[in-house]
């Protein structure tokens, strides 16, 4: 795992956190973890978890 891949793997868990724990606006999330764009945020999200951020907020909020 390149460093950079490690350090995007590190900001999708806390974008878990987040999103399972609060109700921040999935922008501010993307935003404050350094994300370029909440699109890229978006499709890296999907990309590592199967689920878009509004999938996996819902999904957490089902569990529960």
Do not use: C, V, W
């Not at 999935?26 to 590592?48: M, P, V």
């Amino acid at each position: 795992m390149t460093i950079i891949k490690y350090a995007k793997s590190i900001r999708i868990s806390k974008a878990k956190q987040l999103l399972h724990t609060t109700n921040m606006k999935i922008t501010d999330i993307a935003n404050g973890l350094g994300f370029s764009s909440e699109n890229y945020f978006y499709h890296y999200f999907k990309e590592e978890t199967g689920l878009s951020p509004n999938q996996y907020r819902t999904q957490k909020a089902q569990e529960n």
